[in-house]
């Protein structure tokens, strides 16, 4: 187990010949599962997890400025040039030079240094100052440690030099004027661990280091692609390669990755990683059994024509399967029912020469151009055509579509005979708009396998007279009518569970949201007996699938056409015409005259008041009417034999005051004043 470092440093010092290295994370700014994202690639890390190294790419380089502890990034490409920074300090032997600078010459030279004092090596004499390049370290016969370094003598003549490491004296490195791209640094051994100075005036004052972030390519457990970050997170991390060197890292697969599998790869063992959520889509035993952690034994996938079947409206809830192509039951075809002119014309386009008997009795509309039917009547349907229908506004005439039927009345069994002789048939046209009632004449009782009903033209009504045998339980057994409305491919992987491996379901790779890895578990079956599999082979849906599905196929059905407007009888009232503003001049006219002719003193039209009454008429009020009389027994109750308290007392006086108000109000109105008589 290495030891303990920041993932900067380890990248630093890391040799990629070595690759892959695992590592484990320990601690540091993202210890605790922070998920994070870098230039589109989304990590997250905490404490314990295991990294595995697979490659390096430079991606930048980071410059920190010593004097003041600042950083920021350079992108490789950087087009500026930085000068070395020599070191003060003296080095005292030659030893130390090579112990401290990479010995070995690269594109970007070697390490140059010079002497403070002359050096006399071998009857040859270097003066001082002069530069010394070091090449390599050799070993001589005796064993003794020696610098081969390179010297340019006068006249430009050069030599080469055999200096022992124990050679003491005062040593300098040389600083030339030379520039170093960021490219040659980087790439350079001895250059990429020391100082610089840009060679740029306004930042020369400032000396850098420099140190290469590169984008790491990791494998981590529970991803699916390979993972990339960047060297400069501040994370730590230990190397245990050696420890974790046989780890197998857990790759999770969608099912539209198995799917993609090749053939070679099935039959295979998986385990359940993430579970579909929630339940909307499927009603069927084997959904349940998709648990997190379940094994499922995968056998293969590929390419499935399904046809999409739904149970008519009644009393029970409405059911819908997707039944497999190779479902082995035995169906009759069943009488489809049609409720207008319109759905017998869309059944027309897929069945031609489509054959219906009326069921419901509808009268003539002469003036919508709909006929009479009778119950039992025979339809054929012909073709469409376009026909005179009502005159609009203008009084030209619409163009109305019909379905031409060819009509025979429903033939007794003791006309049979005369049927020969006589041809009661004829041809109507039935406007699509018209509504009706009709059911599918059949001839034939035969039993049809799926795979036959699928070759015709669809939608079909069936019944199911003969179960699936390969089925445990057959859900399609016992209803009373299903509908095969289309057909459609599925993509599937066929699966089982680990402890039924015979009994398979197929998996919609389309409709199921899950997570899978392989596992290196052996098959739950001897290698040279493979088990013979039952398929199921319908699988119940729900309503919200139904229309999930026609939602994905963007399948709309056109409306039925409208009757056209009718034109408006002479029974009807004319329409109001709205008011102008403004009247014209003779209604104002007529206007006048009326209010002209009006008086406060008698009234056009009506009889004439009654005459005055006659002088000799005495100033005196008409006689009053006798008031009935009203016997003693009627008028008065008999006493209360109970004492009253003085507040019942008043409100009976009160009362009796009230109903003789009302007496008189009575003979008021019942003998008017004599004055009441005259205008």
Same mark, same amino acid.
């Given at each position: ?31 605790? =599962? ?17 990294? /595995? ?12 400025? !010593? ?14 040039? @930085? ?10 032997? !030659? ?6 600078? #990479? ?20 009857? @040859? ?27 340019? =003598? ?31 640094? +980087? ?42 970050? #960047? ?40 385990? !359940? ?14 959904? /349940? ?62 069945? #031609? ?16 151009? +709909? ?62 708009? +018209? ?18 009903? +699928? ?17 445990? /339980? ?51 079956? &001897?290698?040279?007996? %493979? ?24 399948? *709309?059905?056109?409306? %039925? ?51 005055? %009454? ?13 008031? /009935?009389?009203?016997? *003693? ?5 008999? %006493? ?5 308290? &003085? ?33």
């Amino acid at each position: 187990m290495g030891d303990l470092q920041s993932l900067r440093v380890f990248i630093n010092c890391l040799d990629q010949q070595t690759l892959p290295r695992i590592l484990q994370v320990c601690s540091g700014v993202y210890f605790q =599962g922070s998920v994070y994202e870098l230039s589109g690639s989304e990590v997250c890390l905490s404490t314990g997890d295991l990294v /595995k190294i697979i490659g390096l790419q430079l991606l930048s380089v980071s410059c920190e400025e !010593i004097d003041t502890g600042s950083s920021y990034e350079l992108p490789t490409e950087y087009s500026g040039q @930085f000068r070395l920074v020599a070191e003060d300090l003296p080095y005292n032997t !030659i030893e130390e030079i090579v112990g401290l600078c #990479p010995v070995g010459v690269d594109a970007c030279g070697s390490f140059i240094f010079t002497s403070s004092s002359e050096l006399t090596i071998d009857y @040859f004499t270097v003066p001082a100052g002069k530069q010394l390049t070091l090449l390599t370290v050799e070993i001589a016969e005796d064993g003794e440690r020696l610098a081969r370094c390179h010297v340019v =003598g006068q006249n430009m003549a050069a030599a080469e030099i055999l200096l022992p490491l124990s050679l003491k004296g005062e040593f300098y490195e040389y600083e030339s004027d030379r520039g170093y791209t960021l490219q040659e640094i +980087m790439s350079s051994a001895r250059l990429s661990c020391r100082r610089f100075r840009s060679t740029n005036v306004k930042n020369s004052g400032a000396m850098l280091v420099f140190s290469p972030v590169y984008e790491i390519s990791a494998i981590m457990h529970m991803r699916k692609n390979v993972v990339k970050f #960047p060297s400069s997170l501040e994370v730590d991390v230990q190397d245990v390669t050696e420890q974790f060197e046989d780890l197998v890292f857990i790759t999770p697969l969608s099912l539209t990755e198995i799917a993609s599998q090749p053939k070679e790869s099935f039959p295979t063992l998986a385990e !359940i990683l993430d579970a579909p959520e929630g339940n909307q889509f499927f009603n069927c035993s084997w959904f /349940k059994e998709l648990q997190r952690g379940r094994h499922l034994v995968l056998h293969g996938c590929g390419h499935k024509v399904m046809i999409l079947a739904s149970t008519p409206k009644g009393r029970k809830e409405k059911q819908y399967f997707f039944i497999s192509e190779s479902y082995g039951g035995r169906m009759r075809r069943r009488a489809r029912e049609f409720g207008s002119v319109y759905e017998l014309y869309l059944a027309s386009t897929q069945s #031609p020469g489509l054959k219906v008997s009326v069921t419901r009795h509808y009268e003539a509309v002469e003036e919508e151009g +709909m006929p009479a039917l009778s119950v039992g009547e025979q339809l054929e349907v012909l073709r469409t055509e376009l026909k005179d229908g009502l005159g609009d506004k203008s009084g030209a005439a619409q163009k109305v579509e019909s379905l031409i039927c060819k009509r025979t009345l429903e033939v007794d069994d003791e006309d049979e005979d005369d049927e020969d002789e006589e041809d009661d048939s004829e041809e109507i046209s039935l406007p699509l708009f +018209m509504p009706g009632n009709f059911v599918e004449k059949l001839s034939d009782n035969k039993k049809y396998k799926l795979s036959d009903l +699928m070759r015709s033209p669809l939608p079909l009504d069936v019944k199911v007279v003969t179960r699936d045998k390969e089925l445990e /339980k057959d859900p399609l057994m016992g209803l009373t009518a299903l509908k095969l409305e289309e057909t459609f491919t599925e993509t599937i992987v066929l699966a089982s569970l680990s402890n039924k491996p015979d009994w398979c379901f197929e998996l919609p790779v389309r409709w199921l949201q899950m997570s899978l890895c392989f596992t290196t578990d052996h098959l739950p079956w &001897p290698s040279d007996e %493979p088990p013979e599999l039952h398929v199921e082979t319908v699988t119940e849906v729900t309503e919200k699938f139904y229309y999930e599905y026609h939602k994905l196929i963007s399948k *709309i059905d056109e409306p %039925p056409p409208r009757p056209p407007k009718r034109k408006p009888s002479n029974s009807e009232a004319p329409k109001k015409t709205p008011k102008s503003k403004h009247a014209s001049p003779k209604v104002k006219s007529n206007v006048t005259e009326q209010l002209n002719s009006l008086s406060l003193h008698q009234t056009k039209g009506k009889r004439a008041p009654a005459p005055p %009454p006659p002088d000799d008429t005495p100033d005196q009020p008409p006689p009053t009417l006798p008031r /009935k009389s009203i016997s *003693i027994a009627e008028s008065v109750s008999l %006493p209360n034999m109970y004492v009253k308290s &003085p507040m019942k007392t008043q409100k009976a006086a009160r009362r009796l005051s009230d109903s003789d108000h009302d007496y008189e109000s009575i003979e008021d109105t019942l003998n008017p004043p004599h004055e009441s008589l005259f205008y």
